[in-house]
């Protein structure tokens, strides 16, 4: 089945570690996002990609990169330098039509 | 900027209805949309509006006004299942960076 699948569904990271969030696409779409979402709160947009080798930051990018070397995967880093990291982060994409497409989500938890 | 304005919480019986509010002001617009997000997992499409009036699918309905850069979900019969969070965003411009999300309704279903 055509979808977006985010590995690991949970994950746990230390004090001054970096961590990276998988997100794999099968759909064909050359744009994918990364959004960060805090408890009770809307979606705020990290980083975009329209095409390989080539992203942009969003709205809250500090502390965060990406790579997209390849249509159908666009990794997030999360580096030391983002000091509030706890949060689900979902990674889209989007065709500029009627309907985005979301994966199942990772949860970053400092321990 | 853009921005995007809901109701952070709404209560409703089983078997009523319930209508949630969206409004916009977006440098331009092409349609508004809304998802469903369940806790813990990924927001899901409902409808999408690009032209006033309303839009029905089963239960659910959508109704877009232009003029009053304005919407609503309008969400019958409900069951417990639909207790969620319910998002708005409005895709403003053909470019990839061009699709905005609200903060969100959380929606509580009761017996």
């Known amino acids: 089945d055509g979808g977006i699948t985010q590995s690991p569904k949970y994950l746990f990271r230390k004090e001054g570690q970096n961590v990276t969030l998988s997100c794999e696409q099968n759909l064909n779409h050359d744009a994918m996002y990364w959004y960060r979402q805090d408890p009770g709160q809307g979606l705020r947009l990290i980083y975009y990609s329209q095409i390989v080798n080539d992203f942009q930051k969003g709205d809250i990018a500090e502390g965060y990169s990406v790579s997209r070397e390849k249509k159908e995967s666009f990794p997030l880093t999360v580096t030391s330098a983002q000091k509030n990291p706890t949060a689900f982060y979902l990674c889209a994409t989007w065709t500029g039509g009627t309907e985005a497409f979301f994966g199942q989500g990772t949860r970053l938890t400092v321990v | 900027g853009q921005s995007l304005e809901q109701p952070s919480e709404v209560t409703a019986v089983e078997g009523a209805i319930v209508q949630i509010n969206c409004t916009y002001q977006t440098s331009g617009f092409y349609g508004l949309s809304w998802y469903q997000q369940h806790d813990g997992g990924a927001p899901t499409f409902l409808s999408y509006?690009?032209?006033?009036g309303l839009e029905e699918t089963g239960r659910f309905s959508s109704f877009l006004s232009r003029s009053d850069s304005y919407g609503y979900l309008l969400l019958q019969e409900l069951q417990m299942k639909d207790s969620a969070s319910y998002f708005c965003?409005?895709?403003?411009?053909?470019?990839?960076?061009?699709?905005?999300f609200g903060t969100g309704t959380r929606l509580t279903v009761i017996p």
């Open positions: 965003a409005v895709n403003d411009g053909a470019g990839a960076n061009n699709l905005f």
């Open positions: 509006n690009a032209l006033d």
